[in-house]
């Protein structure tokens, strides 16, 4: 699957980009990217951009050979809520 969002100044922002573990390696994220970035053309969007995870060496690679370059990148953090020390409420 792969999700598209538009802002006003002709933007995509493509994310979301899945492939089943069985059908990776055939080449289908890339027929994706391509035919996504084809239509996106075609409906007079100017500027396609997307975000990876860091260190997704392989979605690295395959939006670089559709011409993505990076612009800036960032870290993701998480906590399982069984880890937050004592104490830590959620009240509103």
């Known amino acids: 699957k792969i999700h598209v969002r538009y802002d006003d100044n ?17 080449r289908h994220a890339l027929a994706m990217i391509l035919k996504t970035m084809q239509m ?3 409906e007079g969007q100017k500027i396609f ?17 559709c011409g993505f370059k990076k ?12 880890n937050l020390p004592k104490g830590i409420s959620f009240s509103r």
Request: a negative charge; charged letters at 30%; proline letters at 2%.
């Open 10 to 26: 002709h933007t995509a922002f493509i994310h979301d980009l899945c492939i089943l573990p069985e059908h990776r390696g055939k």
């Open 40 to 42: 996106l053309r075609q």
């Open 49 to 65: 951009t997307l975000d990876v995870e860091c260190d997704n060496e392989g979605a690295l690679k395959l939006y670089e050979m």
């Open 71 to 82: 612009i800036s990148a960032y870290d993701f953090r998480r906590v399982l809520i069984s």
